[in-house]
């Protein structure tokens, strides 16, 4: 008879003991939600760039790996981003006299791009769907230039090669559009910060697709 009032209490508990632990995944859940989540994207963009006097167009692959730095219920929200690049730029001139072929290939890492997806209460992806960013990072270039030109005092065609090598900081900025849950596209401005036939600028529109995760 003493066990029926210990018998009553654990059919009491049992229910509402379950339906605290069905709770706790979904409260988690919802918490995960508001943390945001990691990203990993893949992309190919097209640019047109110039490096000192030379311009081109070209396409490269890009990887990306992103996560939310702030809940979305904050006032300021921002996304932390981690992107390599890829770009392979030929140019080619020829007339009569003269030849010119230009191959500039670069990498780039962007080590902080932050992209700024809430500013004083304003979220910009749910008012204009529109997110920009800033980015820095660091561009290796390899840049080789063949020429070919006709000497009057020899009579005969002259070959020449020249080959630079070297690393620079970056800067740039852009804005990035999601076309759904999984794919974005951007239009992106990037330079580096050397001078004289070093300088390599570029203007890209990149499109982006989620490996996991969601934007």
């Known amino acids: 008879m ?5 018998v009553l209490a654990c059919a009491l508990a049992l229910p509402a003991a379950r339906a605290a632990a069905q709770a706790k995944p979904a409260a988690a859940e919802e918490e995960e939600d508001e943390e ?19 311009k081109d167009f070209d396409w490269g692959p890009t990887v990306s790996y992103g996560i ?23 140019t080619d001139f020829q007339s009569a006299l003269s030849s010119q072929a230009t ?3 670069t990498a780039e890492f962007r080590y902080a791009k932050l992209h700024l997806l809430k500013l004083l209460g304003f979220d910009f992806k749910k008012r204009i769907s529109i997110v920009p ?31 630079d090598r070297y690393w620079s900081p970056t800067v740039g900025a852009g804005a990035e559009v999601a076309l759904n849950k999984k794919m974005t596209l951007a239009l992106d401005y990037d330079q ?16 982006k697709v989620a490996v996991f995760g969601e934007n």
Request: hydrophobic share 30%; proline share 2%; aromatic share 8%.
């Open 2 to 6: 003493r066990l029926r009032p210990v």
């Open 36 to 54: 945001g989540g990691q990203t990993l994207e893949i992309g190919l963009r097209g640019s047109k760039g110039r490096e000192a006097n030379t």
């Open 68 to 90: 939310l730095t702030s809940p979305e219920k904050r006032l300021n929200r921002f996304k932390y981003e981690l992107e390599l690049s890829y770009n392979d730029a030929m």
């Open 103 to 105: 191959r500039v290939r």
């Open 133 to 163: 960013y800033v980015a820095g990072g660091i561009q290796y270039a390899d840049s080789r230039q063949d020429s070919r030109a006709f000497d009057e005092a020899t009579g005969e065609f002259v070959s020449e090669g020249q080959r």
């Open 192 to 207: 580096n910060t050397e001078g004289g036939d070093r300088r390599v600028t570029r203007l890209t529109l990149e499109l």
